[in-house]
């Protein structure tokens, strides 16, 4: 385990900590990517497993909206299918449709010749962090992984999928087949998250992004435990730890329960309200509908002024602190300029 910095001033830490940061902290998913022309200059020689597998270029990217936005936060530039791509999955990244797997996974027989995370093919990974941590100054890192049932569905769907139909078919008509593969992709999850915290990220988040498509009872049932074990496995280093899903209102309380510090919210759920349901002594983060940022200055300013205040009364109802973001990640045809005003914006409050 590496020594990590300390970055007592960091207001970002401050609030996933429970600590009262000396303004509100503010990033965003999806900051480093297609908002930006400086990305899209360097992804037009590369592509996206390419940028995700170069140290320079994951360094370079995760820079770009720290020194364009002057965000709270750095995300590690990355994808949640790396750590599947490093277990020898024949996988791409499609452009407008997004992961594509070779052979999905249907069977017991499929889930058995599934291998475990080959350490020497994220080295690129562990190395840019590396690189970063000496990069950002006071700025913190934050590493990430998908979650199981996040990877699970894009396994067994073959790509992205609305419905998640064959993922919630297994789940309920085979559950034996169905835990050996969120045992085997928890496993994958915690090893790429040691990876990055060994190099030293500050935070993590777990996206599981499609976790809402489930209700209560089977998510208790076949995803928090197995989300539950990636975050025991990993509270030994002692940084903050986000769990986040989109659609996740219902789950808010189960999702509170799996060992994270922090919760992230999407926009259909208030801050107040998500404060009540995951109970005290943990921080919020989110939760500006990302359309916002698409309909012009005084709307944002508007909406962020009502995610503050809501933040505030999330804070006051039993919350450790709030986290200013999006309720999900930033939309391609984002003016970056309206991010960085949105930026300052919140710094002001």
Known sequence: MS??????????????????????????????????????????????????????????????PVRRHGVDAAILFSDIVVPMRAAGIGLDIVPDVGPVIDNPVRTAADVAALKGLELQRVSAVSDAVSMLVGELGEVPLIGFAGAPFTLASYLV???????????KAMMFADPSTWHAL????????????????????DAIQVFDSWAGTLSLADYRTHVLPHSSRVFAALADYRVPMTHFGVGT???????GEAGATVVGVDWRTSLADAAQRVGPKLALQGNLDPVVLLAGWPVVEQAARAVVDDGRLAVDAGAAGHIFNLGHGVLPPTDPGIITDLVALVHSL
């Open 157 to 167: 769907e073959g790509g992205p999928s609305k419905l998640h139909e064959r993922t």
């Open 249 to 255: 209102a219902g789950l808010l309380g189960a999702m």
């Open 3 to 64: 020594t990590r910095r300390q970055l007592p001033e960091a207001p970002y830490l401050a609030a996933a900590t429970g600590r009262k940061p000396s303004r509100i902290p503010v990033w965003f998913m999806r900051q480093a990517g297609r908002s930006l022309p400086e990305y899209r200059e360097l992804r037009a020689k590369n592509t996206m497993m390419q940028a995700c597998f170069d140290p320079a270029l994951i360094s370079e990217i995760t820079l770009q």
């Open 182 to 201: 969120m045992g085997l992709l928890t496993d994958l999850t915690i090893a790429f998250l040691k990876v990055q915290l060994d190099a030293g990220v």
